[in-house]
């Protein structure tokens, strides 16, 4: 094994606390080719297919790979903007967004940076970039609000890949999940109550989720229960009553049951019910992509207008916005409580001069 981490080192090198915040990733264009890599390494990883690896390898490289990439690259193209993929655009503003609270409250001894599970910037790229600047002691946040072994559980496996090949490692934290927590829930609700105020009410309040596989859930994952948790927090916030709205999973692949209610399903069914307005929220996206704006803003509206649906309005994710970069930061702030830097680079420089250290 090749051990990384002393290049660029210095004894006078000023100490730092590195904030890493990640999303599951993007392709680099809405192409094809762009969407043949990025997905073979997201379908590869064994925490989001749990199938035996040479059933899987077969199934992936020899259908999906030659199939699927078209259709993603179709996708993409319709939510593709002049900046990239929106949540590239979304995830590094939200990075830089905390950078700028943090430099309020820790001046410059935070090092602030984003990376992705998939595609570019790589975890382990931007972890040794933020190693080589100082960083002593790492917090991750995975923009994750439920914990899910194929999302949370994944980005622990890509950071600890990594530290299996460093000599050195930093001091270390990482935030599961925050699903429940007092400010999300408060940020959230105020995010519908604005869409509210602006637009009105409708029938029904649709919080929808990226689904898993049942099968995760029977076999321990806390996905599901920390997602009803969500919208029950929310739904009292907002002071709803358990018929005014529903919680379903989206983005099912394959053939075996997912978790359910399946939200296109729902969505179809509703006008039958006398539901003829309904709003959408997915409170498990941090930031608006391919998922939200595509499946939700525009696939799911068609099956609830076809069937018979008058009105569907999907309210955006969080975001850059200024109330969630609060939150963000807070939850940044009470996960950094206890560490603290002692600043001796130059006494330290020197001592080990005189053990004859060339840096």
Known sequence: MKYIGSKGFSHGQRDKIGVLITNLGTPEAPTKQALRPYLKEFLSDPRVVEVPRLIWWCILNLIILNVRPARSAEAYATVWTDEGSPLLTHTKNQAQGIRERCKTLYGDD????????????????????????????????????QYCASTTGSTFDAISALFTKRRWLPDFRFISHYHDNPEFITVMANKIQAHWDKHGRADKLLFSYHGIP????????????????????????????????????????????????????????????????????????????????????????????????ERYEYIEALNSDAEHLDMLTNLVRDNLHGWALQHGEEHRHQLAKRLGAEQ
């Not at 992705?116 to 080589?132: C, F, N, V």
């Not at 179809?268 to 709003?279: A, E, F, H, R, W």
Request: glycine fraction near 8%.
């Open 110 to 145: 935070v090092v602030v940076d984003f990376a992705m599970r998939y595609g570019k910037p790589a975890i382990a790229d931007t972890i040794e970039s933020m190693l080589q600047q100082g960083v002593r002691k790492l917090l991750v946040l995975p923009m994750y609000p």
């Open 214 to 309: 049942k099968r995760y859930l029977l076999n321990g994952d806390p996905y599901h229960c920390e997602c009803h948790k969500t919208s029950r927090l929310i739904a009292a916030k907002l002071g709803l009553s358990e018929a005014e709205y529903m919680t379903s999973f989206q983005s099912r692949f394959g053939r075996e049951e997912w978790l359910k209610p399946y939200t296109d399903e729902t969505l179809k069914s509703l006008p039958s019910q006398g539901i003829k307005s309904v709003q959408v929220v997915c409170p498990g996206f941090s930031a608006d992509c391919l998922e939200t704006i595509e499946e939700i803003g525009e696939e799911n509206r068609e099956y609830f207008m076809e069937a018979g649906g």
